[in-house]
């Protein structure tokens, strides 16, 4: 098997970028490639797997779920209201530029400004920079989850994005699905620079001969991502040696890699789930709760785990996973076709009606093969189902727009807390806090929304189980959305690229940490 293999001089060794390795080339290929360089852009895990290549969060997750530190060095409450965070020093962005307590304050208030990020720093009250290290966090009540949410804070050069482009635009402009300064260039403190972008065919990532983290194991230098949509023939790039690195791994497949004894296989259990909504401004009989339970009857989820997915998900009838505080335990998939049927008949809608549905197809594993699925299922009911698939570049503008009746969407809980399933994807949309920004459906449910507020201000994890167990219980007898299934998480790569160490429950590889070995 081929590899591309770059040795370093030995001046980038008293750099600490290695530790042992040969500096190397990673050629991976994922399901698609980021649809912009603006970390704020759009809340997505393309994007938030970008900005751990390219930029830096105050603080990660490690694989256990703690927290650790990476821009922040330290961190202490000062009061019930206030956490100050310590910064560290002697960092520089892709620029050259110093990093300091002005370009955390310049991504804080950027990121209230986004209309995806918003409803994440909702709790905060503001930020105030004491000294060039030094900040502390403002909320306006008690918050438990200040550090979960301090992990999509990854700091923008503030100086790189002042002034205005070639076009006369502010260069910190923020716009969805545009084409701003920001969606072109970045200035991060991560381990990557961006070489080379042509999107859909080809991103290369430069190793960052001056990044701060002396201590990373990583020796990788290049990384070139070549986006690949078709399963099959991402796999068979991986086994015929054309690449390195791939994710997803199909269900599929995966008797077939563990069958070649030149690559690896590594999976674990994932918490995001995949969902389906129904839009109750665009669709009249879906601001019925019988129809929408109706829907959720029709829709044999163990079904499609089995066939579809191999087995290689959890069938699903609430958002939150198993460990997560708002997990109820008492709530199980309801596939009953003779159920559905019956609760079409009382609401009136026995002869059915026709929708539009929207899925991407490079997006979810399976993600076209399901909406056909739940198509189908809905045939069984007299729902006539007119059903469009799209690449993830453009599937995310029709998101936007809600452009159909229903639209698949999959989530996963960035800050492994069962509220931020509540705050993107079921709370009454609101523009101004950013809060039901992933809410397609339009669905709106004020006390299950008082709940969530109440949730984010207890303190004790006890009750705040109980608070969020209560909202599963209030979507699920409402039939707010439809739960499918959590997916399953698969990468694979050729033997001696060492990924396990850098891979998590988040998705979001940790690919300056990569090492590979001749």
């Known amino acids: 098997m ?17 530790t042992g390795a040969n500096a190397a080339t990673l050629k991976m290929a994922y399901d698609a490639d980021p649809v912009s360089l ?31 530190p990476r821009l922040a060095e330290k961190w202490e409450r000062v009061d019930d209201l206030t956490m100050r965070i310590h ?42 920079v004491i000294d060039d290290y030094t900040v502390e966090l403002k909320t306006e ?62 991103v290369e ?28 023939t991402r796999v068979a790039a991986l086994l015929s040696g054309d690449v390195d690195f791939i994710a997803p791994v199909p269900p599929t497949d995966h008797k077939r890699i563990k069958s070649n004894d030149k ?51 959890t069938p699903a009838a609430q958002m939150s996973p198993w460990g997560y505080l708002g997990h109820n335990d008492a709530l199980k998939p309801r596939y009953d076709l003779k159920k559905a049927k019956q609760l079409m008949k009382e609401a009136g809608y026995e002869d ?41 570049a453009q599937y995310w503008g029709e998101f936007d727009a809600r452009a159909a009746d229903m639209m698949m969407i999959g989530w996963h809980a960035d800050t492994e807390d069962s509220n931020n399933f509540f705050e993107f994807l079921t709370a009454c949309p609101d523009t101004d806090s950013g809060l039901g920004q992933y809410n397609s459906g339009n669905y709106c449910n004020p006390e299950a929304d008082k709940l969530m507020v109440q949730a984010n201000t207890e303190t004790s994890p006890k009750k705040r189980a109980q608070i969020m167990q209560k909202i599963e219980q209030m979507l699920y007898d409402d039939a707010a959305f439809v739960p499918l299934h959590w997916q399953n ?12 160490p850098v891979l998590n429950v988040m998705n979001f590889p940790y690919l300056g940490d990569l090492v590979i070995e001749e």
């Open 38 to 68: 603006d970390p704020h852009e759009q809340l997505s895990g393309g994007t938030l797997q970008l900005s751990h290549m390219t930029f830096d969060p105050l603080v990660r997750w490690d694989k256990k779920l703690g927290f650790e």
């Open 489 to 500: 998480l698969a990468w694979a790569a050729r033997k001696g690229v060492n990924i396990e």
């Open 141 to 202: 009540k008690p918050f438990p989850l200040i550090l979960n949410n301090l992990t999509y804070l990854f700091p923008m050069d503030s100086k790189f994005y002042s002034g205005t482009d070639a076009n006369g635009e502010p260069k910190d402009k923020l716009v969805k699905h545009g084409n701003s300064f920001a969606s072109r260039q970045l200035s991060g403190t991560g381990p990557y620079t961006v070489g080379y972008r042509q999107q859909g065919v080809k």
């Open 352 to 392: 059915g009606f026709t929708v539009t549905m929207m899925a991407p197809n490079n997006r979810y594993v399976n993600d076209e093969k399901i909406a056909q699925a739940v198509a189908s299922m809905l045939a069984k009911i007299k729902i006539k189902v007119d059903l469009k698939t799209l690449p993830k």
């Open 2 to 18: 081929k590899k591309s293999v770059s040795l370093l001089a030995g001046a980038i060794l008293s750099l600490g970028l290695m």
């Open 263 to 313: 690559v690896d296989l590594v999976a674990m259990g994932g918490t995001r789930i995949i969902t389906f909504q129904m839009n109750q401004e665009r669709v009249e009989a879906f601001k019925d709760a019988r129809v929408r339970q109706a829907v959720n009857y029709a829709i044999n989820q163990q079904g499609i785990v089995k066939k579809i997915m191999r087995g290689f998900a």
């Open 205 to 232: 990532f430069d190793r960052n001969d001056n990044y701060w983290d002396t201590k990373s194991p990583g020796n990788v230098d290049k990384i070139v991502l070549t986006p690949i949509k078709e399963a099959p």
């Open 87 to 128: 910064l560290r020093k002697g960092v520089k962005f892709h620029s050259g530029n110093t990093f300091t307590a002005k370009d955390v304050e310049f991504t804080f208030n950027r990121l209230r400004e986004s209309a995806d990020f918003k409803g994440v720093f909702a709790p905060f009250s503001g930020l105030n």
